[in-house]
């Protein structure tokens, strides 16, 4: 069973730059440059983006980074711990935005 997300459409990524070419190429050169080492290594931002994709829920990204951080040696635990921050980080974000929701009850309240 097919499913809309396929790992052999990875391979196509390069491909986006097809309808809009100059967008496309200022995209890679930003994602290059973002991801490389820089300040932090390329093992920190490789667990970053693995954070990232999953709390963003994007399956191809998920299979990159996994597949770049087994590369690198990076272990199952370390992984999953950066997965966790990333966790922790959006939960926090809803919770921070509760601040709306309390603020309309407690002005009913008055």
């Known amino acids: 069973?097919?499913?809309?997300?396929?790992?052999k459409d990875l391979a196509d990524f390069p491909?986006?730059?097809?309808?809009?070419?100059?967008?496309?190429?200022?995209?890679f050169r930003y994602?290059?440059?973002?991801?490389?080492?820089?300040?932090?290594?390329?093992?920190?931002k490789t667990l970053?983006?693995?954070?990232?994709?999953?709390?963003?829920k994007c399956p191809y990204c998920i299979d990159v980074y996994t597949n770049?951080?087994?590369?690198?040696?990076i272990?199952?635990?370390?992984?999953?711990?950066?997965?966790?921050?990333?966790a922790a980080m959006a939960a926090g974000v809803v919770l921070a935005h509760s601040l709306q929701m309390r603020k309309i009850i407690k002005k009913k309240e008055m």
């Not at 491909?15 to 995209?27: L, M, N, R, S, V």
């Not at 970053?48 to 963003?56: E, F, G, K, M, P």
């Not at 770049?68 to 040696?73: D, G, Y």
């Open 15 to 27: 491909d986006i730059t097809e309808f809009a070419k100059e967008q496309g190429d200022d995209f």
């Open 48 to 56: 970053i983006a693995l954070a990232v994709a999953t709390t963003q």
């Open 75 to 86: 272990t199952n635990d370390e992984m999953m711990e950066a997965v966790h921050t990333g």
């Open 31 to 44: 994602y290059n440059s973002a991801t490389t080492a820089g300040k932090l290594t390329e093992r920190e």
């Open 68 to 73: 770049k951080c087994l590369s690198m040696a």
């Open 1 to 7: 069973m097919s499913t809309y997300y396929e790992s």
